[in-house]
C-alpha cells in the first residue's frame, strides 16, 4: 500500500503566519489524487483540497494545495484561531486510500 | 445540506461482531454517483479506510481487514450498514461515515460526527 508521510509532525506558529505543511508518497499518485483534511478537538475531519489543489465548497481561499507525484504541500497563508489542529493527507489513487500520520498546528 | 450520523454500540465484547449504521441526510443513496465510506480512527494513529459502498451497491473493502468487513445499504432507510467479525481491542477506536467524493474520486467529505467503540472483555 501507499504510505504517506507527513512533517513536521508539530508545526509552531502563530495567528496571521503562514503554514507549510508536507505531504509525501511512497509511490507516484497518478492524476494527483490526494486530499487534505484538517481536524479540529473532539471533531471529525473536515475536507479541504482534493485533487492535490482544488478547494473543497465552502473552503476560504487562505488555504491552498500544491504539489504533484510524490510530493504535497498544503499552504495556509494567513492563520486563523480556529486553523490550530491537526492535518492530514490522503491518497485515493491506489486502494487501500490510506492517510497521513498527521501535522499538529499548535500556537 | 448533506449530514451524516453513525450510531451503534459503545461497548463489544472481543471475538463478537461489530454492527454500526449510518444514516445519511439530505441526499437519495440512489442517486447517481452516491457513495459512502467508513473510516476508523485510533488515538494517536493514521485514520483507516475501512470499506465502502456505492449507489449501484459497488462495494470496496480495505484488504487488510477484507475477510472481516460487509458493507450494505437500506435504501428505504437511506442507511449503510457496516459490519465486522471477531473484534479485537485493537480494533477500539471512533468509527466515521463519510459521503465519498465520487465514482473515480475517492476522498470523503462531509463526515458524520463519529461514533466511539470499545473492544473489550
Known amino acids: 500500500e501507499i504510505v504517506l508521510t507527513q512533517s513536521p509532525g508539530t508545526l509552531s506558529l502563530s495567528p496571521g503566519d503562514r503554514a507549510a505543511l508536507s505531504c509525501r508518497a511512497s509511490?507516484?499518485?497518478?492524476?494527483?489524487?490526494l486530499a487534505w483534511y484538517r481536524q479540529k478537538p473532539g471533531q471529525a475531519p473536515t475536507l479541504l483540497i482534493y485533487g492535490a489543489s482544488s478547494r473543497a465548497t465552502g473552503i476560504p481561499d487562505r488555504f491552498s494545495g500544491s504539489g504533484s507525484g510524490t510530493d504535497f504541500t498544503l499552504t495556509i497563508s494567513r492563520l486563523e484561531p480556529e486553523d490550530f489542529a491537526l492535518y492530514f493527507c490522503?491518497?485515493?489513487?491506489?486502494?487501500?486510500?490510506?492517510f497521513g500520520q498527521g501535522t499538529r498546528l499548535e500556537v | 445540506q448533506i449530514t451524516l450520523k453513525e450510531s451503534g454500540p459503545t461497548l463489544v465484547r472481543p471475538t463478537e461482531t461489530l454492527t454500526l449504521t449510518c444514516t445519511v441526510s439530505g441526499l437519495s443513496l440512489l442517486s447517481a454517483g452516491a457513495g459512502v465510506g467508513w473510516i476508523r480512527q485510533s488515538p494517536g494513529k493514521a485514520p483507516e479506510w475501512l470499506a465502502l459502498i456505492y449507489w449501484d451497491d459497488h462495494k470496496r473493502y480495505n484488504p487488510s481487514l477484507q475477510t472481516r468487513l460487509a458493507v450494505s445499504m437500506d435504501t428505504s432507510k437511506n442507511q449503510v450498514v457496516l459490519t465486522m467479525t471477531y473484534v479485537d481491542p485493537v480494533d477500539s477506536g471512533t468509527y466515521f461515515c463519510?459521503?465519498?467524493?465520487?465514482?473515480?474520486?475517492?476522498?470523503?467529505?462531509?463526515w458524520g460526527q463519529g461514533t466511539l467503540v470499545a473492544v473489550s472483555s
Open positions: 463519510a459521503l465519498v467524493g465520487g465514482l473515480w474520486a475517492q476522498w470523503f467529505g462531509p
Open positions: 490522503q491518497q485515493y489513487s491506489i486502494s487501500p486510500y490510506t
Open positions: 509511490e507516484n499518485l497518478g492524476n494527483d489524487y
